[in-house]
């Protein structure tokens, strides 16, 4: 498997696997995907990685800001998701190592999740690759009219901007 630099030509397969996790109710709030040209206005132009094996996408991770404020700029809000063919065999963890990498090399020195409290996998995810747990915003938005909570996690650079 190798990780890469996601292109515009993956949007098809990127908009595939985001949307089985949709599909699952345990990843987002969004019910559909959006349209490559609002995706791409939403995350960061760099930190968005592919893996790939054999030609075929397993999955991807991106960075959004989380505020357009300047103080803020290098705080990325983390989305990872994986081909439901592909859950279980740490495709995952490989993309949130190299999401971390390239982040550090990009400046961020926070990276943080929100993540629903029943996806259990995402949150011994994020546990494995050294984000803390911070704190549950309670009925913070609803899914299909029903009120859900998120777990925030952090990470936080001992490489970039905390000196």
Avoid at 5 to 34: H, N, Q
Avoid at 75 to 80: L, M, N, Q, R
Avoid at 111 to 134: D, M, T, W
Wanted: glycine share 12%; proline share 2%; hydrophobic share 35%.
């Amino acid at each position: 498997m190798i990780i890469r630099t996601m292109k515009a030509s993956d949007w098809e397969d990127v908009s595939t696997i985001y949307s089985e996790g949709i599909a699952t109710g345990l990843a987002t709030f969004e019910t559909e995907p959006p349209t490559y040209e609002h995706w791409d206005k939403a995350h960061t132009k760099e930190c968005r990685l592919i893996a790939e094996k054999d030609g075929e996408i397993m999955g991807w991770a991106a960075l959004s800001p989380v505020s357009s404020r300047c103080v803020y700029g290098g705080v990325g809000e983390v989305s990872v998701y994986i081909a439901d063919k592909s859950r279980g065999m740490g495709v995952g963890r490989l993309l949130m190592q190299h999401l971390i990498e390239e982040s550090e090399k990009a400046g961020f020195w926070t990276i943080q999740s929100g993540v629903f409290p029943e996806n259990i996998a995402s949150i011994k995810l994020h546990g494995k690759v050294g984000f803390r747990y911070i704190g549950k915003r309670e009925r913070v938005g609803k899914i299909h009219g029903v009120w859900k909570d998120n777990l925030l996690f952090e990470r936080r650079s001992n490489k970039v901007g905390m000196d």
